[in-house]
């Protein structure tokens, strides 16, 4: 069971941007007082967070495109957002 | 890093962490020089910009120097009294990219608020800009810096920024540089209300989860070992103030021998990487024991350097806040000292409306 509901239509909170470093290369998640490195999965992840795909369509287009198992994906997708969510950085 | 657009503010907080010694509108930066800095601070890799004063919305030009902030793709974040900025304003300043706004409320008691921000009417005023900022549909923090007087109120804090509409609330302990070092005697709990605050907050953050997210600074006296001060000097940001002196920290001024580039001289780049300031007290070479062979000196820094000469007259001593520091005893004195003074000092207000009684 994900963490997330597959109807979901996860997105950014407002004042929460995923930026790239144009210093220090890589991605940031840029919050209130907080800055998180993104990773090359968590990227992916949030760039299709744009509140009009579903967490199902988010899940099945990262398991399209990378040729994974669309479980695991489901699992470790639905983990971060939850993590987010609880950080109020998503809106579920 | 923090720029200081102004130290005017029309509150006079007793905790304030402008110097005692505030500079002057007619020496403040001009818009232009604002903006070139925003640049040079992206481009060195800054990525958050708190707009802070005094008030900042003192600056006629906030809406001009957000917009060039957002532009050089900083994070920008207004730390705000919610003084001074109405909804037409707010809405400009949104437009001009504004990502999150900072509030502060000083309790939640109208008429104690007002006696600690020195302005009639502010708690309500506040009240009504955090509807606006919701209005508009940014992020809003509270931020709520906490002493004697309002310690024991944390939890109603807690649910005023719930019901303010905040996403986080900022609960911090006095600092003790500056006004606040001024005012420790009135400012400064007990150590049973400390104790009770930290069993307070563990059960907020239950209770709230989801709802709000609480940071919560640690009362620095109390501690066993020393903050690390702004991450450790010259590591990972840095202060401008009004009139474009380039700071480690914002209480570094109090430092004397000091020598501080401005950005009107250099580049921020420039006083990052080779102003003396900055290299005074980078990494731990400048250290002396008990800091030089701690085991924890990647981890604190030694503390704060301004902390350490305002008690033990030395910055490169450790932070006598430690319980390793041989002054150490000075700080766990002030801690045990049970003090009456209910007076504050504030700036620009003269001491007899101070000293109400």
Known sequence: ?92 | MLAELTHRCPLACPYCSNPLDLDKREEELDTETWLRVFQEAAALGVLHLHLSGGEPASRRDLEDLIAGAAQAGLYTNLITSGIGIDRARLDRLASAGLDHVQLSIQDTDEDEADRVSGYSGSHRRKRAFADAVNQVGLPLTINVVLHRGNIARMRDLTAEAIELGARRIELAHTQYYGWGLTNRAALMPSRDAVEEARRTVAGLREETAGSIVIDYVLPDYFARYPKPCVNGWGRQSLNVTPRGRVLPCHAAESIPGLDFWNVADHSIADIWRDSPSFSAFRGTDWMQEPCRSCARKDIDFGGCRCQALALTGDPRNADPVCVLSPHHETVAALVEQSSTEQGFVMRGRSPAKAHPS
Request: aromatic letters at 4%; a neutral charge.
């Open chain 1, 1 to 92: 069971m994900s963490a997330v509901p597959a109807d979901a239509r996860p997105r950014l909170a407002r004042g929460v941007k995923l930026a790239e470093d144009r210093v220090r290369g890589g991605w940031n998640v840029l919050a209130p007082e907080r800055v998180l490195k993104a990773n090359a999965t968590t990227v992916e992840i949030l760039k299709l967070c744009d509140g009009e795909r579903t967490f199902h369509e988010i899940v099945d287009e990262l398991a399209a495109r990378f040729s994974a198992d669309p479980v695991r994906i489901e699992t470790d997708a639905g983990a971060l957002l939850a993590d987010l969510r609880a950080k109020r950085m998503v809106e579920l």
